[in-house]
């Protein structure tokens, strides 16, 4: 008898550091926004805002907390030394670069933070979690340290929880987490299928691979995560991301496909060979069909699909249907619009579709699913979890209030050597892991 189960969704709580520095090639936003002046309090408030309308709808909502930024401890480690303010001023000098990179707030985007395997799946029917290594850019690479040690002490307890290291640091094994990382269950308590699309296959020059963009996973990263989480052929897929859309701007998969349940939703384009994706999905999932929504080019052309990022949605069950929480860009774009108001009347499995506001964070490539780390949790795991990090009315009051207090409301590139910004940021987060009862999860508090 399987057990019953939810799926907890954990945003990343955006940093007091969120700015525009066109970091990451081969993601569209993130370099037609270089150099824009960013404002953190409003990327803050609106994540909040979701997570809130989110767990008011009944949804477990877990919180994230942003990573230290500027990160002084990466840029000793690359030889910059004196005080914070020197080693500030000195690398703002030399190499401005480097200095935004350790300045990103891109811990925000949780769902690269790790992968994260159901118990139903898994082995020893614990709940299994890696780190990605994120390794194909810089300023991402640097996250996974401080991520594992807050899912430590968020899932904490071993009876009921896993945790791996991240994959060695190099490309062969790019590893970008659950934003490539689908799980297909007929409901969430039983077991189900855990589908991972990678971009390129390590170790084969002759094998398909984009040619303008990186693709940042590999199929061997996948296959490790797979293996160090105990999954077994009947709970995992492994497909290939079309390389064209990698080339088109999708540099992840769930810029282009979305899953939940017994429901695939996603662009014509998506995959490299479809038809045995759906097939190896369907052979292995236990008591449902498998729905494959296919939105044909036709209807939505991939750059719509991608400025819009109609798939980059949470797709959540709900008492009567799914709910589609689509980023306000679905709204703003003709064939996106139509095609989301046609979906509503074709009597599918998405019943409802509900708008989100997270333009702060759009504007770096990081929809409503970039901004989230699902957790699917029987009811004796979320009763094991810390509940401190998990959204209530109160929670949110105080949460919204410390943004009030701490956050700037302009940021351009400049300010980010300054050290002032360095102080409100220690001193806000050194507060922050008091309100979510987190422990010292930070260098600067050791
Ligand atoms: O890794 N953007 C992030 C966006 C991540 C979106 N995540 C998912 N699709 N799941 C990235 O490219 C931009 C930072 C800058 O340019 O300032 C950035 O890192």
């Known amino acids: 008898m399987p057990k019953h189960a939810i799926e907890a969704n954990f945003d990343g709580l955006v940093g007091l550091t969120h700015n525009y520095a066109g970091l990451s090639w081969g993601n569209v936003a993130s370099k037609a926004n270089v150099s824009a002046v960013s404002n953190p309090k409003q990327a803050a408030l609106q994540g909040l805002a979701k997570m809130k309308q989110l767990a008011d709808r009944g949804y477990v909502q877990g919180i994230l907390p942003p990573h230290e930024r500027p990160h002084i401890p990466t840029l000793k480690?690359?030889?910059?030394?004196?005080?914070?303010?020197?080693?500030?001023?000195?690398?703002?000098?030399?190499?401005?670069?480097?200095?935004?990179?350790?300045?990103?707030?891109?811990?925000?985007?949780?769902?690269?933070?790790?992968?994260?395997?159901?118990?139903?799946?898994?082995?020893?029917?614990?709940?299994?979690?890696?780190?990605?290594?994120?390794?194909?850019?810089?300023?991402?690479?640097?996250?996974?340290?401080?991520?594992?040690?807050?899912l430590r002490a968020i899932f904490s307890d071993e009876a009921y929880f896993a945790h791996h290291h991240a994959l060695p640091p190099v490309s062969q094994f790019g590893d970008e987490g659950a934003a490539n990382h689908t799980r297909l269950c007929a409901s969430h308590g039983e077991p189900g299928?855990?589908?991972?699309?990678?971009?390129?296959?390590?170790?084969?020059?002759?094998?398909?691979?984009?040619?303008?963009?990186p693709a940042r996973q590999t199929l061997e990263a996948s296959r490790a995560i797979a293996r160090l989480h105990g999954l077994d052929d009947n709970h995992a897929v492994f497909a290939q991301q079309n390389p064209a859309a990698i080339d088109a701007g999708v540099f992840h998969n769930d810029v282009i496909a979305v899953g939940n349940a017994n429901v695939l939703f996603y662009h014509q384009q998506a995959f490299l060979d479809e038809d045995r994706l759906l097939a190896d999905i369907s052979a292995r999932l236990k008591g449902a069909q498998l729905e494959a929504i296919r939105v044909p080019e036709a209807d939505v052309p991939l750059a719509d699909a991608v400025?819009?990022?109609?798939?980059?949605?949470?797709?959540?069950?709900?008492?009567?249907?799914?709910?589609?929480?689509?980023?306000?860009e679905c709204r703003e774009i003709p064939s996106v619009s139509?095609?989301?108001?046609?979906?509503?009347a074709s009597g599918g499995?998405?019943?409802?579709?509900?708008?989100?506001?997270?333009?702060?964070?759009?504007?770096?490539?990081?929809?409503?699913?970039?901004?989230?780390?699902?957790?699917?949790?029987?009811?004796?795991?979320l009763k094991a979890m810390h509940h401190g990090v998990l959204m209530t009315d109160s929670l949110y009051q105080h949460l919204t209030a410390w943004v009030q207090a701490h956050y700037r409301d302009r940021l351009s590139q400049d300010d980010l050597s300054d050290p002032m910004l360095l102080d409100e940021s220690r001193r806000a987060l050194d507060e922050l892991t008091g309100i979510l009862g987190l422990g010292m999860i930070y260098d600067f508090q050791h």
């Open 77 to 150: 480690g690359l030889g910059y030394n004196g005080s914070d303010e020197q080693i500030l001023a000195a690398v703002a000098r030399d190499n401005p670069v480097l200095l935004s990179a350790v300045a990103s707030a891109s811990c925000m985007w949780t769902a690269n933070a790790a992968t994260v395997s159901a118990s139903a799946d898994t082995h020893d029917h614990r709940v299994h979690f890696t780190p990605a290594n994120l390794n194909a850019k810089f300023h991402r690479s640097i996250e996974h340290v401080v991520t594992g040690r807050v």
């Open 338 to 344: 139509r095609y989301l108001d046609g979906l509503l």
């Open 193 to 213: 299928v855990e589908l991972f699309v990678y971009g390129d296959v390590a170790f084969d020059d002759e094998a398909p691979a984009p040619t303008r963009f």
């Open 349 to 381: 499995p998405i019943t409802a579709v509900e708008v989100f506001d997270v333009k702060q964070s759009m504007r770096n490539g990081g929809g409503p699913a970039c901004l989230r780390l699902r957790v699917v949790l029987r009811d004796d795991e």
């Open 307 to 328: 400025a819009s990022y109609l798939f980059n949605s949470q797709l959540l069950s709900a008492a009567d249907g799914m709910v589609l929480a689509v980023p306000a």
